[in-house]
C-alpha cells in the first residue's frame, strides 16, 4: 500500500504525464512532441516506481527514453516529412476518431461502476506477488512473461517487426536521376548490344 506522501507523489506525476501526453498530440512542433513524449515516459517508469515495479521503471527509462525516443527525434529531424500536410488529412477522420473515444469513455464508466470504482480488487487476483525474501520481483516476472505469456510475447515480437519493416517501407524513397544497378538488366545483355566494334583508319583516330 502507498503512503499518504506516495499518493500524494502519484498524483502528481500521473497528473504531468497526462499534461504531457496532451501535448505530444497537438504540439504543432514535431520535435517538441517527442521531447514532451520523452517527459510521458520519465513520469510513467516515477508511477512504476512507487508502484513497486522498479524493473519496469527502469526499463522504461533505458529502452524507450534511452533508445525509441531518442531515435524518434533523430528520425523527426533528419526526415522531410511534411507534418502539417498530415495533420490537415487526419482532420477528416477527426468526427469518427471522436465518435469511438466516447465510446470506449462510456464502455469504461461501466466498467468502474460494476466494479465500485475499485481499481484493483483482490477477488480477481489469481498469481499474488511473492514473498520478496524469497523471490525478488525481476524473477517473478520473468517468470510468468516467458512462461505463461511466452507466446504472446512472440506474437509482439513479430507485430514489432511488422512494424518496422512498415516504416521502412513508407519513408523508401527513389530519387531520379541516379544510376542503379538492374540485375535482371546485365543477365539479359549479349555480346550483340554489349560489344560494339568500329573499325578506325589509319592515322584518323582519336
Known sequence: MLTGLA?????????????????VVTARNPVHSVLFL??????????????????????????????????????VMMLDVDFAELKSGALKYAPIGAFIGIIIAIELIFVFIS????????????????????????????????TDYAFYFQISGIILLVAMIGAIVLTLRHRSGIKRQSIAVQVARTA??????????????I
Do not use: C, W
Not at 550483340?192 to 583516330?205: C, H, L, P, Q, R
Open 192 to 205: 550483340e548490344n554489349a560489344i560494339e566494334i568500329k573499325k578506325v583508319e589509319s592515322g584518323k583516330g
Open 38 to 75: 520523452i517527459l510521458v515516459f520519465f513520469n510513467a517508469a516515477v508511477l512504476f516506481l512507487l508502484s513497486g515495479a522498479e524493473f519496469l521503471g527502469l526499463i522504461l527509462l533505458v529502452v524507450y527514453v534511452g533508445a525509441v525516443a531518442v531515435l524518434f527525434l533523430f528520425v
Open 115 to 146: 466494479n465500485g470504482f475499485s481499481l484493483v480488487s483482490g477477488v480477481h487476483i489469481t498469481q499474488p506477488m511473492p514473498d520478496l525474501a524469497q523471490r525478488t520481483n525481476t524473477q517473478a516476472l520473468g517468470d510468468i512473461l516467458y
Open 7 to 23: 499518493v500524494a507523489f502519484f498524483y502528481i506525476f500521473a497528473f504531468i504525464m497526462l499534461i504531457s501526453a496532451v501535448i
